[in-house]
C-alpha cells in the first residue's frame, strides 16, 4: 500500500506565489521518479515538472523559468515552487510517485490532487 498526499494549494493573485509539497509513504523500497501535473477545466492532464532519484528534472516549457521542483530523499516528499503565477496557471495539481516497491513490484500512484487558484 502506498499514499502520495499533496498539500499547500489555495487561492493567489497573479504574479503571487505558492508552494506545494507532495508526501510518500508506504511500502516503498526506493523512489524512481516524482512529478507534478496539472489539469485545468477542459483540458487534458499535463506534466508541470519531474525529478528523477538522481537530480535531474525536466520541466514543460510553459512554467521555465517560474516553478522550481525540488525533493527531499530523506523525508520521500517532493516540492513545487510556484513564483510569477499566471492565471492560466489555475488547475488541480495532482502528484505522481514512480517506485519499486518492497516486493520490487513497480509503482505508480496518484495523490487527491491539490487545487490552485490564480486570481487576474
Known amino acids: 500500500q502506498v499514499q502520495v498526499v499533496e498539500s499547500g494549494g489555495g487561492l493567489v493573485q497573479a504574479g503571487g506565489s505558492l508552494r506545494l509539497s507532495c508526501a510518500a509513504s508506504g511500502s516503498i523500497f526506493s523512489i524512481n521518479a516524482m512529478g507534478w501535473y496539472r489539469q485545468a477545466p477542459g483540458k487534458q492532464r499535463e506534466l508541470v515538472a519531474a525529478?528523477?532519484?538522481?537530480?535531474?528534472?525536466n520541466y514543460a516549457d510553459s512554467v521555465k523559468g517560474r516553478f522550481t521542483i525540488s525533493r527531499d530523499n530523506a523525508k520521500n516528499t517532493v516540492y513545487l515552487q510556484m513564483n510569477s503565477l499566471k492565471p492560466e496557471d489555475t488547475a488541480v495539481y495532482y502528484c505522481n510517485l514512480e517506485a519499486t516497491g518492497w516486493s520490487r513490484g513497480a509503482l505508480d500512484a496518484w495523490g487527491q490532487g491539490t487545487l490552485v487558484t490564480v486570481s487576474s
Open positions: 525529478i528523477t532519484s538522481g537530480g535531474s528534472t
